[in-house]
């Protein structure tokens, strides 16, 4: 569910399990209007619908509507996996932070939380889902900048001390000395202009990272991989934040493989 929803290729992942599972079932777009939520995740148990994912606009409101919000969805502040109980209730979950530290840990690098500070851009409800992650896997430091300073003193307020907002007008300079910089903002996605964020101060070790998967290689991890860093796309995260939403519906936890991979960014846009 979301609105607009059409540009998703989570029923290219979510279905190709299914096939490959031998599974009775479908993954469908629902395109809902933020005033309908209530209404539409309500019907989910009447259709005999098993649960679904949320994205843009949903995740935050859905945990108002939600009858249970697990403990790692409370933290986050969003939800992207509805769960259908046996009773009809319905179950709030969040599986970005496993998806985007999934992401990290395949994509070949070396990274480890004990590198070093994280920089991650932006403040919406991917950062906290990377946030969250990163804390819980032990980085010592994450340093948050976004363009509107305040939304990110709030949010670094809330996730403690080892979160530290730095002004928008700071963001070149708190590169120094990062093993790892996370871009969770929309910047550089096809149609939007690219992340504006210098990498002088960038060690050359430090591992880039964009949630963004389209285009694969945007222009931030363009200019990493020209520097020297490794860098990770935003694939890997779309790919493995569907493996446990896949396994609260239907038992199983599905893996991610090549042909997968392959089928996804054959999608049409």
């Not at 530290?101 to 590198?115: F, N, P, R, V, Y």
């Not at 010592?140 to 530290?164: C, H, W, Y």
């Amino acid at each position: 569910m979301g609105w607009p929803v059409a540009h998703s290729r989570s029923p290219v992942i979510h279905n190709y399990w299914i096939a490959e599972h031998g599974l009775r079932g479908a993954y469908v777009l629902l395109p809902v209007q933020p005033e309908k939520l209530e209404h539409a995740l309500r019907a989910l148990p009447v259709l005999g619908i098993a649960g679904c994912n949320l994205t843009i606009p949903h995740k935050v409101d859905a945990m108002h509507i939600v009858d249970h919000v697990d403990a790692l969805g409370q933290r986050i502040g969003a939800v992207n996996t509805i769960v259908v109980n046996a009773d009809g209730s319905l179950s709030g979950r969040n599986t970005d932070a496993f998806g985007f530290i999934q992401s990290l840990l395949e994509a070949g690098s070396t990274w480890k939380a004990a590198d070093g500070p994280a920089c991650v851009v932006g403040a919406g409800g991917a950062a906290r889902a990377v946030i969250v992650g990163l804390l819980d896997a032990g980085v010592p430091e994450i340093r948050l900048t976004n363009r509107s300073d305040g939304k990110a003193a709030e949010m670094a307020q809330e996730f403690g001390p080892r979160v530290k907002a730095l002004a928008w007008s700071e963001r070149h300079d708190a590169l120094a000395g990062a093993a790892l910089l996370v871009n969770t903002t929309n910047q550089g996605m096809h149609g939007q202009p690219a992340l504006d964020l210098h990498l002088h101060a960038l060690p050359s070790e430090a591992v880039v990272a964009d949630i963004v998967y389209a285009p694969l290689i945007t222009p931030l991890l363009a200019a990493a991989s020209q520097r020297g860093n490794l860098t990770v796309n935003g694939l890997g995260m779309l790919l493995h934040q569907a493996r446990p939403a896949f396994a609260s519906w239907f038992g199983v936890l599905p893996e991610v493989s090549e042909r997968l991979r392959h089928q996804v960014l054959q999608a049409p846009l």
